[in-house]
């Protein structure tokens, strides 16, 4: 075993001294036939007769130094060297071919890697927290849309805590959460700091122990006005307390409360990267667990880790038990509760979407790897000459096969490299684009996995590509090669047919991939040109929330808005500028909601309605149209009626057929008059109508937690920002720095993971389309080029030009139209699989299928017009003359 | 192509080797080869090149050494030595091979049953 080894290592050391080791052997043979002819002379022979019979004895030192190569040293490895070296010289000969073919597949190993760095990092690898395979988000199931109807009150928590078995331990963290809620103190400047109420078993649950200090303790939920404890992140710490470890035990002011730093968390902890995308978190407070917390209703999401050997079914099994058991004790509000995995509720989002692509980059690498086929095995055919010299010259059928497959070996290894550069660059892009919102988007990067994968896709590729013309090299009859040039042994009838099933092939994948384009592409179109309800256009909006809108009496804030509003509306440039706690495609909450003289019971409780908290101007401002009735007004104060404006939805739902104004609202927080009819706006999602919605004037309550201003003006958001600061700041010069942003801006954001989709999928296509269009090119082309004799021929026993071009053209539509109708059948039977990423748009959408019938129909016709042209170009008598 | 011929023939000349350098001490290439033609009296007729192919797969298991030195006739040439770890193998490997070669005798001096 010892000695194989030693050997091994020797053959590699060979390698690398073949000009030491040739010349050993050189004087030791030179020795060797020296003391031979002696010995022969000593026999009597002449010197002549001697060195003939020395060197009969020795044999031919030609065959035994490459004999000695061969032993000596690993000869596959140098004739894979040779054979790379002679690949590259041949790439360097044809470097139009060469330099095409590593762009087609470094387009197509870049994108299938780039797909699979998000997929891995999104879908594959594990929740970065302790055995997530064993954490399960749970809701409740029992209301309806909305953070309000998906959240359980403090009690239910504990009685979940407390009774469901399923569970080693369950945890908690406070949902409606709100970016900037807090304002932090004490350190260095004033700033809005995002914080979420966390229970204090959340991060031992999920596996995390903190960097610095300690976690929360059980005693520091019962409490109740400000928070005991704080723990930061470790961004935080490390931008406002430099790193420096006495910062555990200070104290900070939240909202003028002082509170203890008790922790700071591990840098890999981040929780917004799989339950809040984009949102950066500061630090976490404990989340009270009090009976007056519970009176703050439905707040909670809780997850869950499941005992040992228990399933999610058994827990779900559970649940349905436990649940309405805890509704029948303490009804509040329905109440059911919903387990899903936590892996499940991270990625069910972009599951869907990032499937899609996989496949998409399925197909165009097929494409690709059926055209780079057509290339290889046309060049091939072309170099059939070239191949039959080297068997004439005694190469091996092996050693051929193994020479061409070695030449598509290295040509996909330079596109592989390429593309492994583009996908690095494309991942990289990605794992910034924080706007998408997109959970785990920042674990995308190019590890060893993600290489890996490249490196499999790219000798998958190559053994593809490479296999056809291999076995081809195999079979090259030298003697009718040599014998009749070019033409003679390349126009195999089942050489064409194989190029014309992988032509087809192409047409028929690029259009099933064109219409999972076209669907999503029309349903982006589609939620552009939506009608919102408002006009995000022209509008700006930026935090104004400050220590005068947030403690006080309802008449006290209302004086800090109605300077903020004055100010603002001197300033010139604003048509219309209002107040509201939040703003369309963000946080929501719900409360229910009845008409006064209708009876509700528990069988069929009033309906709950999105709030808005809203000031006059704000409907103006937004651009949301008033339908009946009047605006809220600055005189709808804390001493006048308490009124409240419904949305057309609810209206219809409450009042169906009266007249909404006028009427009186229950329960929302006491009775209000209707006074006005507004239009529904999106407030979820672009996609989702908006349901119930109410809007109760600012002046009338305190129960919101921000205030977002919102303004209408012509002028750029930049300067105009800066100047509305500095307008606010007149009055309120603690006001923390906030954003100025466009309401554009949220739109754009609610829409980005959808754009982002299109747009890839719309460059896999335009790929895919063009590598279609050349593979139809590239077989006319090559077809005519052989059959140039042929054609020469018929045009000279009486065909015209124009009729031979017809007819290929003809042939190609035909191959063309077999292929469409494979591809578009496929589409029609799976495009059902889409209908989750689709908005208003049919899954057989006939515009997209006719469409994209047309346009490939189109393509393939122009690109075998192309070089069927050239047939005009033939001359008869030169085709003829030729042979 | 050295590796491609039959094993045995590869087993039977490295065991020759050996065993011609465990008897006669160091020697160098052409002498080998004088040698292993005179002992095998022409049975064995391969070129005397072939020996190279063996020494230099002898020599990188290292049951061998080579070392350059000067010849009887005072020319320079390369002169083989067996190693501890070569006497081993040989060893083995003659016992090997008589444990073949009895079992063939055996076999062959049955008597053919007609």
């Known amino acids: ?128 927290f302790a055995d997530p395979d064993r954490l399960v988000w749970i809701t409740n199931s029992g209301g309806g849309e909305g953070l309000s109807a998906r959240t359980m009150p403090v009690n239910h928590f504990l009685a979940l805590r407390e009774e469901a078995t399923s569970f080693a331990d369950v945890a908690a963290f406070y949902a409606h959460y709100t970016p900037g809620s807090i304002a932090v103190t004490g350190i260095d400047e004033p700033e809005r700091i995002n914080s979420i109420p966390v229970s204090d078993n959340f991060f031992s649950l999920l596996g995390v122990q903190p960097a610095l200090g300690r976690l929360f303790t059980a005693d520091e939920s019962n409490y109740a006005g400000p928070p005991p404890s704080v723990i930061l992140t470790y961004e935080f710490w490390q931008r406002h307390f430099g790193a420096d470890p006495s910062a555990v035990g200070r104290t900070i002011a939240l909202n003028g409360a002082s509170v203890t730093i008790v922790g700071v968390l591990p840098k890999r902890f981040d929780f917004a990267a799989a339950f809040a995308p984009g949102f950066r978190v500061d630090l976490y407070y404990p989340q009270a667990l009090t009976a007056g917390a519970n009176r703050e209703g439905n707040t909670l999401i809780a997850i869950g880790r499941l005992a040992p050997g228990v399933t999610l079914a058994h827990a779900q099994a559970e649940a349905a038990v436990v649940g309405p058991a805890i509704q029948r004790r303490d009804f509040t509000r329905p109440f059911a509760l919903g387990l899903m995995s936590l892996g499940d509720r991270v990625n069910g989002q972009t599951r869907p979407a990032l499937i899609l692509l996989g496949w998409a980059v399925l197909v165009v690498m097929l494409i690709a790897c059926a055209n780079l086929s057509n290339l290889m095995l046309a060049r091939s055919s072309a170099r059939q000459r070239e191949l039959a010299v080297r068997a004439a010259l005694g190469a091996g059928r092996g050693r051929l096969a193994r020479q061409v497959l070695t030449e598509s070996v290295v040509l996909v290894s330079c596109g592989a490299c390429l593309g492994v550069a583009l996908a690095a660059a494309g991942m990289r892009l990605f794992a910034h684009m924080d706007g998408l919102g997109v959970p785990l988007l920042g674990r995308v990067r190019l590890d060893g996995a993600v290489l890996a994968f490249a490196a499999g896709l790219a000798i ?51 259009s099933a991939l064109l219409v999972a384009t076209g669907l999503l592409t029309r349903s982006f179109v589609k939620l552009v040109d939506l009608d919102l309800g408002f006009q995000p ?171 977002e201003l919102v303004a209408r003006t012509d002028r750029p958001v930049d300067g105009f920002g800066t100047a509305v600061l500095a307008t606010l700041r007149t009055i309120d010069p603690f006001l923390p720095a906030s954003e100025v942003f466009t309401v554009q801006s949220l739109v754009d954001h609610a829409i980005a993971p959808r754009r982002a989709v299109v747009a890839v999928l719309l460059g896999f296509s335009a790929f895919a389309l063009l590598l279609a269009a050349l593979g139809v090119y590239a077989v006319i082309a090559y077809a005519i080029s052989q059959r140039s004799r042929e054609l020469g021929i018929r045009m000279a026993l009486g065909a015209s030009a124009r009729a031979l071009r017809r007819q290929t053209v003809g042939a190609m539509l035909g191959l063309t139209a077999v292929g469409l109708a494979a591809g578009l059948g496929a589409a029609w039977t799976f495009s059902r699989l889409l209908r989750d990423l689709l908005f208003e748009v049919d899954t057989r959408d006939p515009m997209t299928f006719g469409g994209i019938a047309v346009a490939l129909a189109a393509v393939a016709a122009i690109a075998a017009y192309l070089p069927a042209r050239r047939i005009s170009r033939i001359d008869p008598v030169v085709a003829l003359r030729a042979e | 192509m050295g590796e491609r011929r039959s094993e045995i023939l590869q087993g039977t000349l490295d065991l020759m080797v050996l065993q011609t350098l465990a008897v006669m001490g160091p020697m160098h290439g052409y002498g080998l080869a004088k040698r292993i033609e005179q002992m095998s009296e022409d049975a064995l007729r391969v070129n005397q090149g072939t020996i190279y192919l063996c020494l230099i797969r002898l020599v990188q298991q290292r049951w061998i050494t080579a070392t350059w030195g000067a010849s009887d006739n005072n020319r320079r040439a390369k002169f083989y030595e067996i190693t501890r770890a070569g006497r081993r193998q040989l060893a083995a490997e003659a016992e090997n091979w008589e444990r073949i070669a009895g079992v063939i005798g055996r076999l062959l001096r049955l008597a053919p049953s007609r």
């Not at chain 1, 041949?90 to 087609?104: E, H, K, Q, S, V």
């Not at chain 1, 195999?492 to 099933?501: A, K, L, Q």
């Not at chain 1, 229910?592 to 401002?621: C, E, H, M, N, W």
């Open chain 1, 460 to 510: 998958v590729t190559g053994l593809v590509i490479g296999l056809a013309p291999a076995f081809q090299a195999r079979r090259v009859a030298v003697q009718r090669a040599l014998k009749d040039g070019e033409r003679g042994s390349t126009g195999g009838r089942s050489r064409t047919v194989v190029r014309h099933v992988l032509v087809a092939a192409e047409i028929a994948l690029a």
């Open chain 1, 1 to 128: 075993m010892r000695a194989r080894w030693h050997r091994l290592w020797a053959r590699v050391r060979a390698l690398f001294a073949a000009p030491v080791l040739d010349r050993d052997l050189e004087q030791e043979l030179d020795g060797h036939l020296a003391a031979s002819i002696d010995a022969y002379v000593r026999q009597g022979l002449s010197l002549e007769e001697a060195c003939r019979r020395a060197r009969l004895a020795l044999g031919s030192r030609v065959e035994l130094r490459d004999a000695h190569r061969d032993v000596r040293g690993l000869p596959w490895l140098e004739t894979l060297a040779q054979d790379v070296r002679q690949a590259l010289r041949l790439m360097r000969r044809d470097r139009a071919f060469a330099l095409f073919a590593t762009i087609i597949v470094a387009l197509g190993i870049g994108g299938g890697t780039m797909v699979f760095g998000v997929i891995d990092a999104l879908l594959l690898r594990p929740l970065p």
């Open chain 1, 537 to 707: 256009l022209g509008a700006i909006a930026t935090r104004i929330d400050s220590p005068r809108s947030r403690g006080g009496t309802k008449e006290a804030r209302g004086a800090y808005f109605d300077d903020a509003l004055g100010r603002l509306r001197a300033m010139g440039g604003i048509e219309a500028a209002g107040l509201t706690d939040v703003l369309p495609l963000g946080r929501n909450r719900s409360w229910s909601v009845g008409a006064r003289g209708r009876a509700y019971t528990l069988q069929s409780p009033p309906p709950d309605a999105f709030v808005r908290v809203i000031t006059d101007g704000y409907l103006p401002a937004m651009g949301i149209p008033l339908r009946a009735g009047r605006d809220i007004s600055a005189a709808d104060r804390a001493d006048t009626t308490p009124v409240i404006l419904v949305n057309e939805t609810l209206a219809r739902t409450l009042w169906p057929g009266e007249n909404p104004i006028g009427k009186t609202t229950l329960y929302a927080d006491g009775e209000r008059e209707v006074v006005g009819v507004v239009a529904d706006v999106r407030h979820l999602a672009l996609e989702q109508t908006s349901g119930n919605e109410i809007y109760l004037p600012m002046r009338q309550t305190t129960d919101y937690a921000s205030v």
